[in-house]
């Protein structure tokens, strides 16, 4: 079964977005050791690996190849089983008792641990997100000139974050280990209005190229890698081999269920950015009393503004907000109810359309 032809173009658009972003974020750390442009971009990419060969792997697992081994999988071991019915029956009945444990087990841990917490005013948050006409795409992520604008031009949000998502390798007394990061801008906290258990959160003065690197920890990677040690303020962690001095650990309903680790600053030169590079995520918090069709027609205003000053790039383009707790992640049927702010959490079923 094939998808339609709009939906196999907006997943092709989606990969190709992901994958650029993660190049621009290995390119932006290499050239922050001191190589080239060109180089830099080079090594990026070989360490990246075959773009195509992960394009056609990602394709596979969209078709129905899977489901088909499967099917083939389950044929031949009904056929097995039913040759064998003694053995059948004691393995139904171990599987039964398997699965009676393990839910029983996981009910507990779900309602103990793994709960989503309540999202702070979550009618109010909103995901941006910018598209082209030309392309027929309404689900691309932002570029850092553009997001600067958002944020510096719109009167009716209390504050607007970017974040990118990337992996990172740390090393140190336990080892090198390869783990997941959100690179955010300093307001990203702000926006989710999450206060740290231990230390801070990020200052304004400390997103900039050059300024001291500094680095808030998940409360589960805080218990795994340091033990919950409560000294742990003013301690470094090495990433890439940069060191970073962590400012604070933040509660369990900052990650939960992502797969993030910690989260450093993007540290971004907006204005030596290139306003058609588009790889940032953005979300927004609303202002109390503003209504969504408020804050849509300002957004719309600075579109056609920015489009004016910079016609080449943005005449095209326009920009989607839409509350979070209904932001889609792809075309999954299952939506989250924070987009992926959070991560995997606040999963829910809804119909409402993404607009």
Wanted: charged share 25%; proline share 5%.
């Amino acid at each position: 079964m094939k998808l339609p032809l709009w939906r196999r173009r907006r997943r092709e658009e989606e990969l190709e977005e992901e994958i650029q972003a993660h190049l621009e974020m290995a390119k932006r750390d290499r050239m922050e050791r001191g190589q080239t442009a060109e180089e830099a971009q080079e090594y990026a990419r070989r360490e990246f690996g075959n773009v195509g060969l992960v394009k056609e792997v990602t394709r596979e697992m969209w078709g129905w190849t899977g489901l088909e081994r499967l099917g083939q999988d389950l044929y031949h071991g009904a056929r097995v089983l039913k040759k064998n019915p003694g053995f059948t029956l004691t393995a139904v009945i171990t599987l039964a008792l398997g699965i009676g444990a393990n839910t029983a087990i996981f009910s507990i841990i779900n309602a103990v641990l793994l709960r989503p917490p309540a999202l702070n005013e979550p009618d109010r948050l909103a995901r941006l997100y910018e598209g082209s006409f030309k392309n027929n795409s309404s689900r691309q992520s932002v570029s850092g000139p553009d997001f600067q604008d958002y944020k510096n031009q719109s009167r009716l949000f209390e504050s607007l974050a970017a974040y990118a998502n990337r992996s990172t390798n740390v090393t140190g007394a336990d080892g090198p280990e390869r783990v997941f990061l959100t690179a955010v801008s300093a307001d990203y906290f702000k926006v989710l209005k999450v206060e740290p258990v231990l230390g801070r959160a990020f200052l304004p003065e400390e997103d900039k190229p050059g300024a001291p690197r500094v680095v808030v920890l998940s409360y589960g990677y805080w218990q795994r890698r340091f033990g919950a040690d409560p000294n742990i303020m003013g301690k470094t962690l090495t990433l890439d081999g940069y060191d970073f001095t962590i400012i604070g650990v933040m509660p369990r309903e900052a990650q939960l269920s992502s797969e993030t680790q910690f989260w450093r600053l993007l540290g971004i030169d907006y204005a030596a950015e290139r306003r058609g590079n588009h790889y940032l995520k953005v979300i927004g918090r609303l202002k109390p009393g503003v209504s969504w069709p408020q804050v849509r027609a300002e957004m719309d205003t600075l579109v056609e503004r920015i489009a004016k000053a910079d016609p080449q790039l943005n005449a095209d383009w326009r920009l989607v907000v839409t509350p979070v707790m209904y932001a889609k992640v792809s075309e999954r049927p299952i939506d989250y109810l924070c987009g992926d702010v959070y991560g995997d959490c606040f999963r829910k079923r809804t119909t409402t359309p993404f607009q």
